[in-house]
């Protein structure tokens, strides 16, 4: 059984930073597809970083190329997200999800990834 459980939002003020954390049981992080995904009220789920375990692959969507960094520590079987110069579009439900897949294709599509965290909330204010 796959569980992943996030932590870290939080309410912050534009410029500002917070470092998301989903830690990871039923297996190993490091052998599957690892993504971010957000979901602001009205719109679309949006996968913002996604990385590939130990294969070196990342993927960051345009709106954050430069400022979110997705990271992993084996060791712990935790995935990252540090997220730096917040600004108020970047307020959503940031989920963490995974998926077992040997290919770094469709990354950058919600419904590639099997198992999801229930969400952290995450509000930039001006």
């Known amino acids: 059984q796959v569980q992943l459980v996030e932590s870290g939002g939080g309410l912050v003020q534009a410029g500002g930073s917070l470092r998301l954390a989903c830690a990871a049981s039923g297996r190993t992080v490091s052998t599957y597809l690892n993504g971010w995904v957000r979901q602001a009220p009205g719109k679309e789920r949006e996968v913002v970083a996604a990385e590939n375990g130990g294969g070196g692959s990342t993927y960051y969507a345009d709106s954050v190329k430069g400022r979110f960094t997705i990271s992993r520590d084996n060791v712990k079987n935790n995935l990252y997200l540090q997220m730096n110069i917040l600004i108020p579009e970047d307020t959503a439900v940031y989920y963490c999800?995974?998926?077992?897949?040997?290919?770094?294709?469709?990354?950058?599509?919600?419904?590639?990834?099997?198992?999801w965290g229930q969400g952290t909330q995450v509000t930039v204010s001006s």
């Open positions: 999800a995974s998926t077992m897949s040997s290919t770094f294709v469709r990354v950058n599509v919600p419904s590639t990834y099997s198992y």
